[in-house]
């Protein structure tokens, strides 16, 4: 799962039919993989806005 994350977070335009299968096969099932996939695109998604803003920086006022 974490691999896969990886890639998501890496370049998701590079996740292959593989990498799901490889999750179903040790136990993840559609719904599984959408939840990881939608988690992993959430934390990107606001640390990105984050870090844009500069939210968390020291004497980052804008």
């Known amino acids: ?3 896969y994350v990886v890639q998501v ?3 998701a335009t590079r996740v ?3 990498q ?4 179903r096969r040790v136990g993840f ?3 599984g993989i959408l939840q ?3 988690i992993t ?3 990107n998604y606001i640390n990105r806005v984050a870090d844009a803003l500069g939210v968390g ?3 980052s006022a804008g």
């Open 1 to 3: 799962m974490l691999d």
């Open 9 to 11: 977070t890496r370049d």
């Open 16 to 18: 292959t039919p593989a």
């Open 20 to 23: 799901h299968d490889a999750l």
């Open 29 to 31: 099932d559609d719904r």
């Open 36 to 38: 990881i996939t939608l």
């Open 41 to 43: 695109a959430w934390f």
């Open 57 to 59: 920086r020291e004497g």
